[in-house]
């Protein structure tokens, strides 16, 4: 009787083990995992080019770079703020030209915010493709320099901002970046060529 007594309550025993190890592992089961907020920042770096008419000499090309941030409203869209910066480039003007447009040199420098959205496409494992479309706030200050000296002037406009580039995932949350930018405004077109990074949180 004992040896009985004793085989079943080893055998309630193990039941209830078994019973609550499997509450257990469901409980853990139905817990979510923690969800990432969804935003992420980064910047690239590169060279500028713009579209100005040229005379005498001109800069066609200037170190320049952007910085960015993004709120995923699908896996696959973003809403996108960047902040680019063209560096200074420098254009000089014959007697005739000079005359005509009042200055022998001119400096300009560039600075764009734009607003829009980052849409992605998965290509192939590890490799997206990024589309950007938005509208951009555009400060250009030109440093002009005549026979009567040196002015400043800051002009303000707003342009359509288009983007394209090729994201490769390194790790979970960082990615590598190649992009093309483009501020499209005729002559005083900026366009941006350049690589880097982004993190996701």
Known sequence: MNAIAKRSSFSVASAVAAVLMSVSLSAQAQVPESRQLGVYVGG?????????????TCDRAVFSGKLFAGKRLTPGLAAE??????????????????????????DRSVRAWTLGINWEVELINDITNQLRFGWAAVEQTNDRTSISGTSRSKEHFG???IGAGLAFRLTRDIK????ADFLLKGRRSQYLLSVGASAEF
């Open 81 to 106: 703020v960047n902040y680019i910066m063209f560096g200074k480039t420098t254009r000089t003007n014959s007697g005739p030209v000079a005359q005509a447009m009042g200055y022998n040199s001119e």
């Open 159 to 161: 342009t359509p901002y």
């Open 176 to 179: 590598l970046l190649s992009s």
């Open 44 to 56: 690239t770096a590169g060279f500028g080019l713009n579209n100005w008419e040229c005379d005498v």
